[in-house]
């Protein structure tokens, strides 16, 4: 199994080891070199060797390259993000969910096989497994596998309802994710279970925290704040602390894409998130979403005029860029606004803000708006 990944990353060259924060930037040159030395049957150039025990203290000296580096070559897309909701069915029902539906339907097996290898065809480097509840799908662990044997780096959404089975910690353990991201719903199992509306959610919640704890599996939590746990974000701060290696707070619910207002009722008055200035988005240029029929959008919340990679094939993607950026034209409540140049949130989100018919106050950081339209 390779230890380290070769890959063109945009307009760059990169050397990235699976599981590790920790990268190297290289030249083209050196890119052309190892994919030379792999075919050949050469061992790790020793420039690489060096390199690999300071960044990861990982020993690759007089070791063959083949098996031990994956080069993976220049594609025309060079595309290096990409999203992929394997599945919108999932084992909660959160009252803030931003899906319109949580249907549990997707591709059969061999269908998201073709589906990986065209987004490895892509360029993509770093995929992002998403649902729903990636790790309830039939396929998951089989994707997963087939994405890290692609030589992808590897990122979970998950509700971490599935992280305490041992199936699942032996595959993270041996196949390691560049990042498991846990969503947080509370600190308690009142508030918790009352956002998610499935009881016994926290309990599963904490089981899987410690057990990847104890596996040394690294995590990054998401304190999702709402009318449910406001009261007790200090207290979701401590456990994100004492069981993630990083945490990010979330206020700001959103309709659902297609622009339905229920999530908004979950919103905790107060927590508005003055993020930063919106200046635009590389999505559907640099990274792509993917849906679980194979319909690729540029993102998650602008879905309109899905292409059929299924269908299609690679060659539909040469759209996107098009389709994005007709998306990111300024439209509906937004268009006369004075403050436009301050605004932030993105486009397709104002849309579908503006179609849920959302009162200003609920997304609008310019307060209530009468600065504005």
């Not at 790790?44 to 083949?66: H, I, M, N, T, Y």
């Not at 599945?87 to 339907?105: P, Q």
């Not at 719903?185 to 904490?206: C, I, Q, V, W």
Request: charged share 20%; proline share 6%.
């Amino acid at each position: 199994m390779h230890q380290v990944i070769a890959s063109p990353q945009g307009e760059k060259f990169v050397i990235a080891r699976p599981g590790a924060r920790k990268g190297m930037q290289i030249p083209h040159a050196m890119h052309r070199e190892l994919s030379d030395v792999v075919v050949s049957g050469q061992p790790v150039p020793g420039w690489l060797a060096d390199a690999a025990r300071q960044a990861w203290g990982l020993e690759l000296a007089g070791r063959p390259a083949s098996g031990n580096v994956l080069v993976r070559p220049l594609t025309p897309l060079n595309y290096s993000r990409a999203t992929w909701e394997i599945n919108k069915g999932c084992n909660f029902n959160c009252e803030h969910c931003y899906l319109a539906e949580r249907k549990f339907e997707g591709l059969p097996r061999e269908e998201k096989d073709r589906l990986l290898l065209m987004l490895r065809d892509a360029g993509v480097l770093w995929l992002q497994f998403t649902g729903g509840e990636p790790t309830i799908d039939r396929d998951f662990a089989h994707s997963y596998r087939q994405a890290f044997e692609l030589g992808m780096l590897i990122e979970i959404l998950t509700n971490g309802s599935r992280l305490h089975r041992p199936e699942t910690i032996e595959l993270l353990s041996s196949m390691p994710p560049h990042k498991v991201t846990i969503s947080l719903y509370g600190a308690s199992a009142e508030s918790f279970d009352s956002l998610t509306r499935k009881p016994g959610a926290h309990n599963l919640l904490m089981k899987g925290l410690r057990a990847a704890k104890e596996a040394g599996i690294s995590l990054e939590l998401a304190l999702i704040v709402t009318k449910h746990n406001a009261h007790e974000v200090t207290a979701m701060r401590k456990i994100a602390e004492e069981y993630a290696t990083t945490y990010t707070e979330y206020a700001n619910i959103s309709p659902t894409y297609d622009g339905s207002p229920e999530p908004l009722a979950a919103q905790a008055p107060g927590f508005l998130d003055k993020s930063t200035v919106f200046k635009g988005c590389p999505a559907g240029h640099a990274f792509f979403h993917v849906d679980p029929h194979g319909f690729a959008t540029m993102c998650k919340i602008g879905r309109e005029n899905p292409i059929s990679l299924m269908a299609e094939g690679l060659d539909g993607l040469m759209r996107l860029p098009a389709i994005a950026d007709a998306q990111m034209l300024r439209s509906g409540g937004c268009s006369g606004c004075k403050l436009s140049a301050t605004c932030r949130v993105c486009r397709p989100l104002a849309k579908a803000y503006q179609e849920a018919k959302a009162p200003l106050n609920t997304y609008c950081q310019h307060g209530n708006g009468d600065d504005a339209a």
